[in-house]
């Protein structure tokens, strides 16, 4: 069987609605029900999206998870004037971009490491005229949407897309690796050294600058046109002197930092991460446990004078420096759900790296 097909989607809006507006009410009219927007939801295969109307509807229900194209939406509004219709008003779950919905009907794929299934079309009826505006029914014939059922477990993020000149992008790849026994900046994942993997994922989620973080006495990477080579100024200081280093080169109001061992990671994570970012305050998640994961992170420029500080005069702990900065109002602190814990695991032993992270490889 063929593996579920990598997409580039890439998801703008999440809708849950606790209610049926518009289902089941032929002959009765509308109700209104609520759509709440958030920016995380976890998907349960075989059931849905918890939270939302259609959880647990049925057996092998087909529309367990509804897309629409952010694109058809934008032309819809724009052929039929309908400039002040809001996407909520469609009453699918997911917005996304970059890709034609149609040619999913029948496949299965992953979405930020979910996999769906892509059923039929989320025909449009009647009721679109009332939501949208007229003519909106008809535009839509052909166009109304994916309905999906949902295979695997997952949690699924909203995106929120770097604008030109305000990301940029740090692998650090400066560590001992003393229990993998070797370097594992070159570790290969899918026919590429990790250090490369992870520096790709930085350029997807938006960085326009990206660096590969090591000290001076380790061997030289093969780096392409477009990846920088930073070096700690501490030798053996730890993280801190790869992210010290790292905000040291950073012009752009926020520093994306991966650990280069983390395969699991994609560009999904950052753009998440990057809808809770503001001036000068970055976003890290939390752990069910309540530690900190500072290797996997949105920094602020702005934190290059505490971690300097801290890299001169101690304690050099990365979960006391994010204490700090979230103490301060640099950063702002995410629950990591338990069974989304998966995505930041990182590989220490030659066993790990002999079985990756759960659907690790996409940089999507």
Known sequence: MNPPLATDLTVRRIFLSPGHSYFGRHGLGSMRHEVIETDLVECVAGRGL??????????NYKGQVTLFSAEVFEELCAQLGHTQAIPAALRRNLLVSGGDLNELVGRQFTLQGVVLEGMEECR????????IGPGAEAWLRGRGGLRCRILADGWLRRNTPSLPGELTGAVLAGGASRRMGRDKAGL???GAPLWLRQARVLQRAGAGVVGVVRQSDQPALDLPPGIALWHDTVADA??????????????TEWLAVIATDMPALDASWFQ???????PGCGAMVHLA???HEPLAAIYPRAALAEATRRLAAGPRSLQSLADALIASGQLTSLPLPASDAWRVANWNTPAEAGQPAAQAGSVA
């Open 238 to 251: 730890g993280p801190l002197a790869g992210l010290q280093a790292a905000l040291s080169q950073c012009t």
């Open 124 to 131: 449009p009826c009647y009721w679109m005229d009332e939501a």
């Open 50 to 59: 918890r939270g939302d109307r259609f959880f647990d509807h049925k057996d």
């Open 188 to 190: 290969p994942l899918n």
């Open 272 to 278: 998440w991460l990057r809808g809770h970012c503001r």
């Open 289 to 291: 446990n309540g530690a």
